[in-house]
């Protein structure tokens, strides 16, 4: 086969190659009247090219049909161009257009009865097979209107320019196809050119340049080349190919080797075929998806690992970093800042920035005409689209000017269940021209933005149950729980610096709620609450700390800035007070205490506990006080209360003894009791090292603790034997009952506390409460011993006195169990020192009445 | 992107979306976007030393408080400071002012002053308008780059003087003759070389004043450099196109015994009109001219208001130029009888179809007009158009208050000015009353029905003609408006009927009614014309009519 032959074979095939794979390619893509002109188009110019391939191999049924095939298409090629301008110009001549559609119909059909091109014949000259035909002087007929048609085209994209529709250089790519086509076609008639294929290589050219075209004008995208029907076409090509070439070779290299299996060769080279086309197909695809679909598959995986990382986590802040870490690597050149809708409001808070340098301090409001607009979108769209919509012109001018600004150029509004939950704003970091984002970016961010918003979802609800379990629901305050942890955490932070603690608790709300309803007391706590908040500010936390108390946390402040706070809250509470608006006027103080770190406190414990013991002093003062926890003013404090405490118990003696009088008379046994447990527990406490104003309330405490067993039936009270469930239950109550009747006592229900807690177990298995630990009050520990110990050497109607050592050993062993392990020490150590006087009753000689055991 | 961008490289739907989406509106979505708007306003003026004298130190927090607490303005209200343009009491800074005809006289000219923002409405609006005018059905409409336009609006610093200014950034047009050619040039000869460039190389687009549009096509011949020899040289400077659209027409003209038609000669894409009187001139122009020209409505204080759609018969406002706010004609009718009454506004959305509103107007972006009464009245044509897919209440522009006879568009004559003139003609003129009329050319005009002082020595020798001539020099003299009439018309806009002492204070003695002194009702004129007419001995002689 001569170099001509081999090239009239091979130009044609890549131009049938190039032909198909952009049809099919143009196939794939978005459908419309244009891009449908355009498959035409290169349907006439596969016409052309697969006959003039067909007719020089001579294929069957024979190089006469392969002609008609192939001058039809190039007879088509005229008026197909004309249609493509014609869609491409979006002209509107359709009389026009049907004239040269039905004059080269009638020109085909013509041709197809050899009219105008006369007696094609395939000749062989020497070696070479030519092609040779006569021209029919009819055939300027054709001529003539193709260069009317091509003119007529010209013309649509002249008036399409002239009229401002489209730029000039749009046209630059069909200018030039179409030149090297008309070239290509006009030099096959020099005789230099004859023996070359040049026609149907320019139009190869032709259609790669209008491909070039639509492409640029966003028509057809060029990875629809990696779609499956260009790739099998180019594998199939691709093959068949390889296949011809190398037939000849691989048949003579089959006999030589294979002889005795010359039999099966067809099915050995239709195998090998189909093998071949396989292998091309895969290779076809990784080049091309490599190629074309890199970026894709990047974006998809990055997709999926920003949906896999965000479900993992339900905490928001988290999710907003997953997020901007995300946009960084996918939107680079976009600075996005991110919006997320406040429940409380309905405004879009800006939540975070893809550049760290954007502050967050915007917001967009809940009646922004973008906000409805991007709502009813549903889908990244750009700020260029919004400023055509009619919303557009609702927007302030201000907020105009804010979108300017921020170079606003593309947004992403998230959301679920049909309400916008977040939005984020792509605003281009460089000033200029606005960038188009391709519709696959597009796609990606419509992607992200619904695994978004199911992210959004789960965190929001996760932050609800949070939020409900951190905060008191009526004041909307944080509740006790979390606020001693974020107390913790602030003395962590500060524990270089200074802390202080403010504890505010209203005098006598009670009597408020019952004088002016609970609503109303509902309402004056959830007005303080708020009031609080505002004056704290961002100096500190407030949290409700119990039912009418609210406590401050206010790390790096000094007790100045305390005192500070207290006051302003005084004067805000005396307004809201007075200026109720209502006829009766109302009257609601509090006292606050304070206690700060480190001046007179060291820990957070000794925060807490000094804190309420400077409201206690302000209560005990006449109420409505600010108080600062001073040591030395506390020792004074101490001293005054120590003395007032004694006197109002010695006014009290003759209650107090009338009170234990009535027990005695009712169980002989217990005689002196609360007397001897009074002195042991006051020793005791005076060893831990509580001071005399405490230890006088724990020896008060030790008087009363027993009162409530006055309405202990006698019958249990002096029981010999076990008591029964039933009874130990009544027994039990003893300790409320006491509790019940200190509070008739005038002002004695400081005692309340370690009275309540002298049955409570280290371990907690004690009543009435069941606490354990510290949490029992040092006053009942104290007690807890004092009474067990004078049990033990005491004698009871169910038993005789134990020795002194016996019952310390009984308590040693109950260290940890019943007893506080430190102070139970103490107490052994207090009595085996001797510095206690213990009252001891003598065991009963053996003949002593058995009545009395 | 300027507009002749977008035309390039956007889809039409797009450009249609962004100038002409505002007729998409429901009537809800449109209050929504007033609402807001005038709060932005509420909001910039209460910031203001002007908006705060209205607010009296505490702003409006709802539209329904703002209707409630500012009164309804004049321009009295604002003079202090937009005459002497102190820009320190406005809510913004202003770009440009623009000025308007007061009350003629010794109140000559309005002024207001515009932001940028405003001017970019105005912009915004003036596009839509030209979309629209060349539009024949929703979405279709044929703007080109290069167009040829013949402007013939008042010039600056009128507010349609803006509209050359506002445009040329935006799109490449050939204005006949250049805009700064025409700065150079009165109206009347910007008008007239305009008509003799569009003879030559044709024209597309046709904005003008009714009134002057209407002139035109009745003098076509006038305009364009008279006939015969004129005609000659006019053809040697003619494109190919417009002579070869000339000669047809003559053709046809001499065919049929009939006279050229603007229509015969020119192709048009969009025709535009403004001003007083359109709806009276608008058949007749479309039939003229071959397209039917669409209407704008707008001002000096609200600039372009309001325009037309593709049908051409209504007008829609523009929801971000102005909030909108109606007095039914009821209400001020009231008000003239009662000068105490306060008259009660309604919204867009509370209009009722047929009936007459004047419009109060609070000029949005920074503008300083609140709750201002223009002085127009327009008439609700219906609330809304199914036809063309309209939820929006259309428009039709009736008039001036009562109180103002507005003479083609140019000016404004208002009792005071009467009274003035006739106290500077020193003319022994008793009582009076004068109305807006029309001629049988379509021309209004003012009637002034006046008698005179029977005890004067002087009345006796005073002809109609005389005192019409008189008044007439004196108006011209007092009111520049006025003297441009004569001059750019070419008409006297005054009309005089002598009454017979004494027949106002009959009519007055009669009916019990006293007759208003300007813009008194048809039936009262005819009524007092009875009493002038019967005979004597009973109420007096005929009247005596002259022009």
């Known amino acids: 086969m001569s170099l001509n032959e081999r090239l009239f074979i091979i130009v044609p095939l890549i131009s049938v190659l190039c032909n198909v794979f952009l049809f099919l390619t143009a196939l794939s893509s978005r459908k419309d009247r244009l891009v449908n002109a355009f498959s035409t188009l290169l349907g006439s110019f596969t016409l052309w090219t697969v006959g003039s391939l067909f007719m020089r191999l001579q294929l069957y049924p024979g190089p006469d049909l392969w002609y008609k095939v192939s001058i039809t298409g190039t007879f088509l090629v005229p008026f197909c161009v004309y249609n493509f301008v014609y869609h491409f110009t979006d002209s509107r001549a359709p009389f026009s257009r049907t004239v040269h559609g039905v004059a080269w119909g009638v020109v085909v059909l013509l041709n197809l009865h050899n009219i105008f091109i006369t007696d094609p014949h395939m000749v062989t000259v020497g070696r070479e097979t030519r092609f040779e035909y006569g021209i029919s002087s009819l055939v300027v007929i054709p001529i003539l209107l193709a260069i009317y048609t091509l003119l007529d085209a010209w013309r649509l994209a002249w008036r399409s320019c002239r009229d401002g529709r489209l730029d000039l250089g749009q046209f630059a790519p069909m200018l030039i196809g179409v030149g090297v086509m008309f070239a290509g076609t006009m030099s096959a008639i020099l005789p230099q050119m004859v023996s070359l294929p040049v026609d149907t290589f320019s139009c190869a050219v032709n259609a790669v340049c209008l491909y070039y075209m639509l492409y640029r004008r966003r028509l057809v995208p060029l990875r629809s080349f990696a779609s499956d029907g260009p790739m099998y076409v180019i594998a199939l090509l691709s093959s068949t190919l390889l296949l011809i070439s190398g037939y000849r070779v691989a048949h003579y290299a089959y006999l030589r080797n294979f002889y005795q299996f010359k039999d099966y060769e067809i099915i050995v080279f239709a195998v090998a075929f189909a093998v071949l086309t396989i292998l091309m197909y ?161 796609a990606m961010l419509d992607s992200t933005a619904a695994v978004l918003a199911i992210a959004l979802n789960n965190a929001s609800l996760y932050e609800a149950l949070r939020r409900k379990a951190q905060h008191d629901p009526m004041t909307n305050l944080y509740n006790r729980g979390f606020f001693l942890e974020q107390l913790r955490r602030d003395f962590e932070l500060a524990h270089n610096a200074q802390i202080s603690l403010l504890l505010i608790s209203l005098d006598d709300f009670r009597l408020y709620n019952e004088l002016y309803g609970s609503a109303e007391g509902d309402r004056i706590l959830k007005r303080f609450a708020d009031a609080l908040v505002v004056l704290v500010g961002s100096r500190g936390t407030v949290a409700r700390y119990s039912g009418k108390e609210f406590i401050v946390s206010m790390p790096f402040c000094s007790a100045a800035d305390a005192i500070s706070c207290a006051e302003n809250a005084r004067d805000w509470l005396r307004n809201e007070v007075i200026h109720s608006g209502e006829s009766t006027r109302k009257f609601l103080t509090f006292c606050a205490g304070i206690s700060s770190y480190p001046t007179s406190a060291a820990n957070v414990d000794e925060l807490l506990t000094y804190a309420g013991m400077a409201v206690y002093s302000a209560k005990a003062n006449g109420k409505n006080r600010i108080t600062l926890y001073r040591p030395e003013a506390e020792d004074k404090r101490i001293e005054a209360n120590f003395a007032s405490k004694r006197a109002l118990a010695d006014s009290c003696s003759s209650t107090i003894y009338a009170l234990t009088a009535a027990i005695d008379a009712k169980d002989h046994y217990t005689f002196s009791h609360s007397q001897h447990v009074a002195e042991y527990a006051a020793a005791l406490a005076a060893v831990y090292g509580l001071d005399a104003d405490h230890i006088e309330i724990v020896r008060q405490a030790g008087l009363l603790h027993d009162i409530g067993k006055i309405g202990t039936p006698e019958s249990i009270l002096t029981k010999t034997g076990r008591l029964t469930a039933e009874e130990y239950t009544i027994m039990k109550q003893h300790v409320e009952g006491s509790t019940a009747m200190i509070r008739y006592l005038p002002s004695m229900d400081y005692v309340i506390p370690s009275v309540l807690g002298h049955h409570e177990r280290w371990d907690g298995r004690g009543y009435p409460r069941g606490i354990a630990g510290e949490q029992i009050p040092i006053g009942a520990r104290c007690l807890c011993l004092a009474d067990s110990f004078d049990a033990m050497v005491s004698r009871r109607s169910y038993k005789d006195p134990r020795s002194v050592e016996s019952a310390l050993e009984e308590i040693e062993r109950n260290l940890g169990g019943q007893f506080d392990p430190k102070l139970g020490r103490m107490f052994i150590d207090l009595v085996r020192s001797g510095k206690l006087t213990v009252h001891v009753d003598e065991p009963l000689p053996p003949d002593a009445g058995e009545h009395l055991r | 992107m300027t507009f002749e961008e977008k035309l390039k490289n956007c889809p039409p739907a797009e450009i249609w979306q962004e100038y002409c989406g505002f007729l998409d509106l429901s009537m809800a979505e449109y209050m929504q976007i007033q609402k807001r708007l005038v709060m932005e306003q509420v909001d910039l003026m209460a910031a203001c030393p002007l908006g705060q004298r209205f607010f009296k130190g505490h702003a409006p927090k709802s539209v329904e408080e703002f209707r409630a607490r500012v009164p309804l303005t004049k321009f009295q209200d604002y003079a202090d400071v937009l005459l002497p343009q102190r820009e320190e009491m406005l809510p913004a800074k202003p770009v440009v002012w623009l000025h308007t005809t007061w009350e003629g006289g010794d109140f000559p000219t309005k002024r207001a002053p515009y932001t940028e923002a405003m001017l970019e409405t105005y912009t915004r609006n003036i596009l839509a308008a030209m979309i629209l005018a060349t539009s024949h059905g929703k979405g279709q409409f044929h703007v080109r780059p290069g167009a040829r336009v013949l402007y013939s609006l008042a010039p600056m610093p009128y507010a349609t003087g803006m509209f050359p200014d506002l445009i040329r950034p935006q799109i490449r047009l050939r204005f006949m003759p250049s805009v700064e050619e025409a700065r150079g040039m009165s109206f009347g000869q910007q008008t007239k070389l305009g008509y003799k460039m569009a003879m030559q190389q044709g024209m597309n687009l046709f904005f003008g004043m009714s009134s002057i549009l209407y002139g035109a096509t009745r003098n076509l011949d006038s305009l364009s450099g008279g006939g015969g020899g004129g005609m000659l040289k006019m053809a040697l400077g003619m494109s190919p196109r417009m002579l070869w659209r000339a000669v047809s027409a003559v053709y046809r003209s001499h065919r049929d015994g009939t006279p050229i038609r603007p229509r015969d000669l020119f192709k048009l894409d969009g025709f535009v009109c403004v001003g007083t009187d359109t709806s009276l001139y608008k058949n007749e122009l479309a039939e003229a001219w071959g397209i039917r020209p669409l209407e704008l409505a707008g001002g000096t204080e609200p600039s372009c208001m309001g325009t037309e759609t593709w049908s051409k018969n209504g007008l829609v406002f523009f929801p971000d130029d102005c909030f909108y706010e109606f007095i039914p004609e009821r209400e001020y009718m009231r008000e003239l009888e009662d000068p105490g009454y306060t008259p009660r506004t309604y919204l867009m959305d509370e209009l009722v179809a047929g009936q007459n509103y004047e419009l109060v107007i609070t000029v949005l972006k920074g503008g300083a007009f609140l709750r201002y009464r223009v002085g127009d009245v327009y008439r609700c044509l219906r609330l809304r158009n199914p036809e063309d897919g309209l939820d929006l209440p259309q428009f039709e522009y009736i008039d001036r208050i009562p109180t103002v006879i507005d003479i083609a568009g140019f000016t404004r004559i208002t009792q005071r000015e009467i009274e003035k003139v006739i106290t500077l003609s020193r003319l022994p003129l008793g009582g009076w009353f004068a109305v807006k009329e029309y001629n049988e050319e379509g021309h209004s005009y003012l009637h002034l029905y006046a008698e005179l002082n029977e005890d004067d020595e002087g009345a006796a020798a005073l002809t109609r003609q005389i005192l019409q001539e008189h008044l007439s020099v004196y108006f011209r003299s007092y009111d520049g408006d006025y003297r441009d009439l004569k001059r750019l018309l070419g008409m006297d806009p005054l009309m005089v009927t002598v009454l017979k002492a004494g027949t106002i204070a009959a009519y007055t003695a009669r009916t019990g009614r006293s007759v208003q002194p300007v813009g008194a009702p048809r039936e009262v004129v005819l009524d007092v014309l009875r009493l002038n007419e019967a005979p004597a001995g009973q109420e007096g002689g005929g009247a005596v009519v002259a022009q």
């Open chain 1, 282 to 442: 895969l290779i076809v695809r990784r080049l091309l998806t490599a190629i074309l679909l890199k970026n894709a598959q990047v974006q998809t995986e990055e997709l999926r690992q920003f949906s896999v990382d965000i479900n993992k986590t339900l905490s928001l802040d988290a999710l907003m970093r997953l997020y901007r870490d995300f946009l960084q690597r996918c939107m680079p050149g976009y600075t996005a800042r991110v919006f997320l809708r406040d429940e409380r409001t309905g405004n879009y808070v800006m939540r975070g920035a893809s550049e760290m340098a954007v502050a967050c301090r915007d917001e967009l409001a809940a009646d922004d005409p973008l906000i409805a607009w991007l709502r009813a979108r549903a889908a990244c769209v750009s700020y260029a689209e919004f400023s055509r919509s009619k919303n557009f012109r609702a927007l302030w001018q201000k907020e105009k000017e804010r979108f300017e600004q921020l170079r606003v150029e593309w947004m992403l509004p998230v959301l679920s269940s049909g309400e916008m939950v977040a939005v984020t704003l792509f605003s281009a970091e460089e000033a200029g021209k606005r960038r188009s984002l391709s519709q696959e970016r597009q």
